[in-house]
């Protein structure tokens, strides 16, 4: 790998189900639906890691968690995280900074998102100061607008360990 820097994309999607948790970001939310998958289908997180995969020009989460697999069944997403930084790590990169978008047209998640950063924080090793959050609705707009889906975009810079 010869670049001292690489950015890497992500999106994920997830349906909004009833008798599911709610988890973004590793926090669980409160809600009236939850989001349907194999694991605990932290959408923000799955964006985040497939971020991070990406600017390693490795395959996404699904090919290191397949959905076949039962052991991904009811899987702590943050475990997924830390996977992708281990990969990393292991190609001579730390983690510089992420920024992601969470497309939700309810709940509420604003006052959830210091939460947010610090359990990611935490799972990815670097500063509350590295991690940009934000929320927004879709204004309404198609499935994520009509409440029956949260979908997630985020970017990840990283840097060659000296
Ligand atoms: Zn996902």
């Not at 349907?36 to 395959?59: E, F, M, Q, R, W």
């Not at 939700?104 to 509350?128: D, F, Y």
């Amino acid at each position: 790998m010869a670049s001292p820097l690489r950015i890497g994309l992500g999106y994920d999607i997830h349906r909004l189900v009833p008798g599911r948790k709610l988890i973004l970001g590793g926090v669980e939310i409160p809600a009236d639906l939850g989001l349907d998958g194999h694991s605990d289908a932290d959408v923000l997180t799955h964006a985040l890691a497939d971020a991070i995969l990406g600017a390693l020009a490795l395959p996404d989460i699904g090919h290191f968690f397949p959905n076949t697999d039962p052991h991904c069944l009811g899987l702590d997403s943050q475990e997924i995280l830390r996977r992708a930084v281990a990969e990393a790590k292991a190609r001579g990169y730390r983690i510089g900074n992420v920024d992601i978008a969470v497309l939700a047209e309810k709940p509420r998640l604003s006052p959830h998102i210091s939460k947010m950063k610090e359990r990611l924080a935490q799972t990815l090793g670097i500063a509350v100061e590295d991690i940009g959050l934000k929320a927004t609705t879709n204004e309404g707009c198609d499935t994520i607008g009509a409440g029956k889906a949260i979908a997630a975009h985020a970017v990840a810079l990283l840097a060659r360990i000296e």
